[in-house]
């Protein structure tokens, strides 16, 4: 602590004036309350018209002019209080480190250490109040306090804790200028890093006697007239004198959270200051506890006299503490003795997977597997350190009308941290980190839905409407970050979330007799990245169709119309799925006459919750063999088929089967939860995979590297080969390639053919319509 500080923080007061003009030896202190001359006063003024505070630059090693400059030291009360936290500092040393002390230039002090101090209350009954009415007057006293216990060398500033309680940013109102409060809120805006000046120091131009006058709230602050001649003459200020004091400042936007604004309303924002040590700490999509006292900006625009004033009022915090919570999924939930108990009563029921399942939007009527993925998605893999991705991507394809935006928004609400995002009024700055111009024209970040879903989960609709937009989620998909270069800024973001997207066929209903990406229109890349890829298919079926029909009306009706359809039809509910994924379709679905008690949204967000926050499983040896069999037997029966399994897909699968096990409340994955998660992805694959006859073709990749009609492809490719032998030539233009194809009787658009030929390395384009034919 005896060590000098450096830089732009070091504190001047203490120097000595050797070089000072010898007119100056007379300069007297005056305070805020001295006796102000009948003269042409200074344009520049204070906020809320006070007048300027003079900084005493002669005193000596007086600490108090430091802190208080304004405040008369010998007040009474003002004694009492700092003796009773002199007394408070003593009796707990150990809370201190000096050598964090020194090196931040702040101390971090427990509101509630103090309130449950009752000596300390006793002596200072009125602290809670004082703090909170007077902040500006209060927090000095106790930087007084610990400035002298200390002994410090600067100044420091105290960094409030555990301040209650915490005020919705909705509640925030000019009520509250002039107090400490703590507000919650995600950082959706971060300006670039400048300086403010804290006081400045001013030369009369007649005498050429130097005073120096606090700058509140960074406001060019004038002295009103000349403590040595007494005048009211003009004033040059000094830039480079020892008084002049400047510190780290940054501005950044906190907006209320998603989960807490009002529907159809644009949520609440305010800014906050950040100065000194805080500056650097707030990141865009971080969840921020600020501590601060609210100021208004813009107070006397609205004339000298104030009167239009009160239409120009600006509030904004300036922070005295922040706590970030960056590395929770989810900030905002607390958790109670109730909830606990609630879910030890849902880890105890009989099979806990099912009644998320079909606790997750209970209005749609069936789906199982589709719910089973996204309950996955919800849940999340065992996050290491510098390790690959543990959050799974799940995409959901199919007709119109099927429930998937709906399966969405249920999956966004039961997120602990979740945003819900629709592709086709999305840009792809609103998707990551756009970058923009504050006033002054310094650049400023803003988080996108990606970066403020991280550690959660980010619901994108309409996926197939955005395709200008594809790769702007590239990077945040896999790398699980967002970077942006534009302007000379180059910087990277956090974007850790799971991607739940939905799709509808380009064609407006799925073919499939062509693959997912030529249903999509997809990027092969974009499209590898997601770790389950579901069909749904508007498929008339008389059974099924009755059993939803009775579903919609019991919604309208009641219940028990409900239960009655599901005793008569249940049981005769058929899919064209294979047995392997038969037995998690049968466990899933409900059984005839059974009805099951849902849970409700709030408790199934805070079973999520929990099991994100304290459960890590990991897989056991046996669940590994069965994962590293079946990605083996993938890739050894379909190789020759140019198939997709690639590590990813491997990988995928034990993310998958820690989902699972972590839905079960489980430390240890199992060979269950890693049959579980075979089933459901070969679910997948088959649904992929398969073509229109319902034969399953490995080759037609999810990727879009298979080719949907092989056998047309085949036959004009032979029927072409026979063609350059027949002629003696491989080169061949568009138009004899069309007659060949109408030669030959093949099937199908010979357009699409050639495209798809040279897609697939068969013809190498020579020129305009110009193709070689590459030998085989």
Not at 108 to 125: C, G, H, K, R, Y
Not at 430 to 448: H, I, K, S
């Amino acid at each position: 602590m005896r060590r000098n500080w450096r830089g732009r923080y070091k504190n001047n007061w203490y120097r000595s004036r050797n070089q000072q003009n010898s007119n100056n030896s007379d300069n007297q202190s005056v305070h805020n309350s001295s006796t102000r001359p009948n003269t042409t006063a200074s344009t520049s003024r204070a906020p809320a018209n006070q007048l300027p505070i003079i900084v005493p630059i002669n005193a000596g090693n007086n600490v108090w002019n430091l802190y208080l400059p304004s405040q008369d030291q010998t007040n009474a009360e003002f004694t009492d209080h700092i003796n009773c936290f002199k007394a408070f500092i003593e009796k707990n040393k150990n809370m201190f480190d000096l050598e964090k002390i020194d090196q931040t230039r702040s101390v971090p002090l427990d509101v509630q250490t103090l309130l449950n101090d009752t000596e300390f209350i006793s002596s200072w009954p009125t602290f809670n109040s004082d703090i909170f009415e007077k902040p500006e007057l209060t927090l000095p006293l106790l930087e007084y306090s610990l400035h002298e216990s200390l002994k410090c060398e600067s100044k420091i500033k105290v960094r409030i804790l555990n301040h209650q309680p915490v005020i919705p940013l909705s509640n925030l109102k000019v009520n509250y200028f002039g107090k400490l409060v703590t507000i919650k809120g995600t950082v959706i805006r971060v300006g670039s890093v400048g300086l403010t000046c804290t006081s400045m120091a001013f030369e009369c131009t007649s005498c050429h006697s130097v005073q120096a006058v606090v700058q509140p709230q960074g406001i060019f602050t004038a002295p009103n007239f000349c403590q040595s001649c007494q005048s009211g003459s003009k004033f040059d200020p000094l830039q480079s004198s020892p008084f002049t004091n400047t510190i780290d400042c940054q501005v950044a936007k906190i907006q209320e959270i998603q989960s807490q604004s009002i529907s159809g309303t644009i949520p609440r924002s305010v800014e906050i200051e950040l100065k000194g040590d805080l500056v650097g700490m707030a990141c865009p999509g971080d969840v921020l506890s600020v501590t601060g006292i609210v100021q208004v900006r813009g107070e006397s625009k609205g004339g000298e006299d104030g009167k239009r004033a009160a239409r120009l009022l600006q509030l904004y915090i300036e922070a005295v503490s922040i706590h970030s919570q960056r590395n929770l999924s989810n900030p905002t939930l607390a958790f109670t003795l109730k909830d606990y108990y609630a879910i030890q009563e849902i880890h105890a029921s009989e099979d806990v997977f099912r009644l998320l399942v079909h606790s997750l939007c209970p209005a749609i009527f069936g789906h199982e597997a589709v719910k089973a993925g996204l309950i996955l998605g919800l849940m999340g893999g065992t996050e290491y350190d510098n390790g690959p991705r543990s959050n799974p991507h799940v995409l959901v394809v199919g007709d119109p009308g099927l429930g998937k935006s709906q399966l969405l928004q249920a999956a966004a609400h039961a997120a602990p941290r979740g945003v819900y995002v629709c592709g086709a009024s999305a840009s792809a700055g609103g998707l990551t980190v756009a970058l923009g111009r504050e006033a002054g024209g310094d650049f400023a970040l803003e988080a996108g839905a990606l970066v403020l879903a991280d550690k959660g989960v980010c619901c994108i609709d309409e996926l197939d409407k955005m395709t200008a937009h594809h790769s702007s989620l590239l990077e945040a998909m896999e790398q699980r970050r967002v970077s942006v270069a534009k302007g000379g800024v180059v910087c990277s973001l956090a974007a850790r979330a799971t991607v739940l997207a939905a799709a509808n066929p380009s064609g407006g209903s799925y073919n499939r007799a062509k693959t997912v990406a030529e249903n999509l229109k997809l990027n092969s890349a974009l499209l590898s990245r997601f770790d389950l890829v579901f069909i749904l298919l508007d498929q008339p079926d008389e059974k099924i169709d009755a059993m939803l029909s009775e579903h919609v009306l019991a919604l309208h009706s009641g219940h028990k119309r409900q239960s009655s359809a599901k005793n008569a039809l249940n049981t005769t509910i058929t899919t064209s799925q294979s047995d392997s994924d038969a037995s998690l379709s049968k466990r899933l679905r409900l059984r005839p006459g059974e009805v099951i008690d849902t849970l409700p949204l709030v408790l199934l967000r805070k079973y999520i919750a929990y099991a994100r926050r304290y459960v890590h499983p990991k897989l056991t040896n046996d669940a590994a063999n069965v994962l590293q069999s079946f990605y083996l037997e993938l890739r050894q029966n379909h190789q020759r088929d140019g198939t997709p399994i690639t590590t990813r897909q491997l990988e995928a699968c034990i993310r998958l089967t820690q989902a699972r096990a972590r839905a079960g409340l489980r430390e240890e994955a199992t060979v269950q939860d890693a049959n579980d998660v075979i089933s459901l992805v070969k679910h997948s694959l088959i649904d992929t995979f398969s073509d229109e006859f319902g034969n399953i073709q490995l080759s037609r990749s999810i990727n879009g590297s298979g080719v949907s009609s092989r056998n047309k492809l085949k036959k004009f490719l032979d029927a072409l080969t026979r063609r350059a032998h027949q002629l003696g030539k491989d080169v061949f233009t568009r138009q004899e390639m069309i007659q060949v194809h109408k030669a030959a009787g093949v099937a199908g658009d010979p357009n699409d053919l050639i495209e798809a030929m040279h897609t697939h390395s068969y013809l190498l384009l020579k020129g305009s319509n110009l193709y070689q034919l590459i030998a085989l």
